[in-house]
């Protein structure tokens, strides 16, 4: 029992982790119509620049400047090349974020080597107990920090008139033009609220379980696309939940790996993956997705 | 998904439209006469030309098979899959384990093998990757566009779990060789027979070499065909509107069970000849990068255009290769362990930068560069340079739907 709540308080606070990212995709998603597939190497570019600075910063300034550096390069993503081919089908919006995604990835593989960056965490890599379940504090602060951004994203997203504005976008993109909302404008913004918020999980991601940066954070990230999938690419509120299913997903099937030793050894890697597609068979457009009508 | 997608339409219609043109050009007698001296210099290639390009050759020609088969898929049909390293993986993994020996060399693990003949481990290699392609296609024909992108996705770090789990088979994270081709008794290894032709010695990288341009040329000529007929119109039109296709007839959900079979064949037939170009196999030459990159050569090749495919394949496959070959000569590449940049990663900056200016600028690729020059060429009262850019108006029936909702493939 002791373990199985061990296991699920870790997959929770793994789970916010993937959340945030996950978060960011769909607003990419939903203000622009791209499926950012440049997300995982800009979660590692953030990792990489906070590590990278916060020797000759201090851990504080260098977060926020990881984080302006992770926001900035969405934002010329989304000017440079995004911007230019509003419209075009999602298919090849989903192709040049790849052909991003290989260039940046291949320089900050090629900058970080084969070594593992260290970030020094204030908090370090110590655990706490909280009735005979232990978590490391790392994770702790991320649940906390990513419980507060989230709020605050979804507050941000209903009341404030940039969350308005992109509502409405997403509902329908010409009404809204038409309205005198500036569709470049909430792209953009949804691109340098999805840069901070993979920059702010990159911080956690890289801590206290994780040795360090490394080119493996990568393939990390990549595990928050079935969270975004399994929630349904157009839904927030599916992100949350799909980010907190993988999460736990990942940390039972690591954690039971004894018991699951038929399907091999790091199987928990592999199990959102197998979640997403199980989920996809029952429905198509995730759990919270608007299922598409097609209309004659 | 109309707008740029329906310029490769506009190259396979060109591309078919071809030879009615062709009657009243000189061109007539010059293609295939520059066609046939094409193969004839292919042909006699290995008789000049050091073992470097033969090898090089042979892994383009596997990487042409590859792409052209995934661009019936993404190309052709519309559906965007980034699983194709897994149905490669199917195809090298069955080849190695049918074609080979059980025992376990250099490896503590035991691995199984069943030594049939390799042609029966090509071909069952690809009909297994057939297979792994049409189980998947269920979940495939569900799922539109993106989602179909990401699932795909997941099933490459499935593959990569299971090739690094399955040791008696796959031979673990270590990987393990691969046998030698043969046929009938040919053996496609340096010896056995000894082989000489002209005095040139034929040995394995020779003849993998006409191999390889005997399996990629059928794989060429079969897509052409198959884009040409009435399947083929089937599988544009399911990508330009799935509600129009439907309309017309075309069982959309049959055409994309039967578009993933093929193209995953496609994959299987690549898998084996990777396999035999590197000489072993490894979970890691089977992981999203791999993926990527096959999507990078049909996108910069031209999406729906099978020598697009081919020429987008050759490009992408060769150019690390001749990297690495030249690192001495070319400016600012290195050989590994100097300092600059190495060749594969100054390749991966080209095709990065590569894909970005192909989406923004030329949609159609490498074969719509060409159409359009061409088109230019043929006629120049027509295309002047500055109506070039408006090419679309050179076609007109690929008009896209004037009705917005009947889109089926929208994501809205």
Same mark, same amino acid.
């Given at each position: ?50 590590? *990278?600075?916060?020797? =000759? ?21 989304? *000017? ?29 593989? *090629? ?7 260290? !970030?020094?965490? =204030? ?27 989230? !709020? ?112 091999? *050894? ?31 | ?5 329906? $310029? ?7 591309? #078919? ?5 062709? $009657?009243?050009?000189?061109? &007539? +007698? ?6 046939? #001296? ?5 042909? %006699? ?43 490669? $993986?199917?195809?090298? %993994?069955?080849?190695? +384990? ?26 069952? /290699?690809? @009909? ?28 490459? +770090? ?84 799935? %509600? ?16 993933? @079979? ?8 690549? /898998? ?49 290769? %001749? ?19 190495? #060749?594969?990663?100054?390749? &991966?900056?080209? +095709? ?61």
């Amino acid at each position: 029992m002791t373990q199985f709540l061990s296991l699920l308080l870790n997959g929770i606070s793994l789970g916010a982790i993937y959340a945030l990212i996950a978060l960011g995709f769909v607003i990419i998603f939903k203000a622009s119509e791209v499926v950012s597939f440049t997300h995982g190497s800009l979660l590692l570019l953030g990792a990489y620049s906070i590590a *990278r600075l916060s020797e =000759p910063l201090g851990f504080l300034p260098a977060v926020l400047v990881g984080v302006l550096i992770t926001a900035f390069a969405a934002f010329l993503v989304e *000017r440079l090349i995004i911007n230019r081919l509003r419209g075009a089908p999602v298919i090849s919006l989903a192709i040049v974020t790849i052909g991003v995604d290989i260039i940046l990835l291949t320089e900050l593989i *090629r900058q970080i080597g084969p070594d593992i960056l260290n !970030v020094p965490h =204030p908090w370090g890599g110590d655990s706490v107990r909280i009735g005979g379940v232990g978590i490391s504090e790392n994770r702790l602060i991320a649940m906390g920090v990513a419980g507060i951004l989230i !709020v605050a994203f979804f507050v941000a997203f209903k009341y404030s008139s940039w969350g308005v504005a992109m509502r409405a976008s997403a509902e329908d993109g010409e009404a809204a033009a038409l309205m005198g909302i500036r569709q470049g404008r909430v792209s953009a913004l949804a691109w340098i609220v999805a840069g901070v918020l993979a920059a702010v999980a990159a911080l956690f991601l890289v801590g206290a379980p994780t040795p360090g940066v490394s080119a493996a954070a990568y393939t990390v990230a990549l595990r928050a696309f079935p969270a975004a999938i399994l929630g349904g690419l157009d839904s927030t509120g599916g992100a949350l939940v799909g980010g907190l299913l993988i999460g736990i997903t990942e940390a039972m099937a690591a954690g039971y790996q004894e018991q699951l030793s038929f399907l091999g *050894r790091g199987f928990g890697e592999v199990a959102p993956y197998v979640v997403m597609i199980i989920v996809l068979l029952v429905r198509p457009s995730g759990l919270f997705g608007t299922k598409e009508l097609t209309r004659v | 998904m109309s707008d740029t997608l329906s $310029a490769p339409a506009g190259a396979t219609r060109t591309g #078919a439209a071809a030879p009615a043109r062709a $009657a009243r050009s000189p061109m &007539r +007698f010059l293609k295939p006469l520059l066609l046939l #001296a094409l193969l004839a210099l292919l042909l %006699v290639l290995p008789l000049y030309v050091e073992e470097f390009w033969l090898r090089t050759g042979f892994a383009v020609a596997g990487a042409i098979v590859g792409a052209i088969g995934l661009n019936l898929l993404v190309g052709t049909t519309g559906q965007l899959s980034l699983a194709h390293a897994f149905f490669l $993986a199917v195809g090298a %993994v069955s080849y190695t +384990f049918i074609s080979g020996e059980s025992g376990g060399l250099g490896t503590r693990a035991v691995l199984r093998g069943l030594g049939l003949p390799p042609i029966v481990g090509m071909v069952v /290699g690809v @009909l297994l990757a057939g297979l792994a392609g049409l189980l998947f296609s269920p979940i495939a024909a569900r799922l539109r566009g993106i989602y179909l992108g990401v699932a795909s996705l997941g099933l490459v +770090f499935i593959g990569v779990h299971v090739l690094n789990t399955w040791t008696p088979v796959t031979g673990g994270f270590n990987g393990r060789s691969v046998p030698e081709f043969s046929l009938f008794g040919f053996s496609f290894g340096n010896d056995d027979p000894q082989l000489f032709v002209l005095g040139v010695p034929f040995r394995e990288a020779e003849r993998l070499w006409y191999l390889g341009l005997v399996l990629a040329l059928a794989a060429y000529v079969f897509a052409r065909n198959l884009l040409r007929s009435r399947p083929g119109r089937a599988l544009q039109t399911l990508r330009d509107s799935e %509600v129009a296709a439907s309309v017309m007839g075309v069982n959309v959900q049959a055409y994309k069970a039967r578009v993933f @079979l093929v193209s995953s064949m496609y994959a299987g037939l690549s /898998g084996v000849m990777y396999a035999l170009s590197i000489g072993s196999i490894a979970p890691e030459s089977f992981g999203l990068t791999v993926s990527i990159l096959y999507l990078a050569m049909i996108v910069l090749g031209g999406l729906g255009s099978v020598a697009g495919a081919a020429l987008g394949a050759a490009f992408v496959t060769a150019l690390p290769l %001749v990297f690495q070959q030249f690192a001495d000569v070319l400016p600012l590449v290195s050989s590994p362990g100097e300092g600059g940049i190495a #060749a594969g990663i100054a390749a &991966r900056y080209l +095709f990065g930068a590569a894909v970005i200016l192909v989406v923004l600028f030329e949609p159609g690729g490498l074969a719509g560069f060409a159409n359009r020059f061409r088109r230019r060429g043929r006629a120049p009262g027509r295309g002047s340079p500055s109506a070039s850019p408006a090419s679309a108006a050179d076609r007109p029936t690929d008009t896209d739907p004037s009705d917005p909702p009947a889109q089926g493939s929208s994501t809205r």
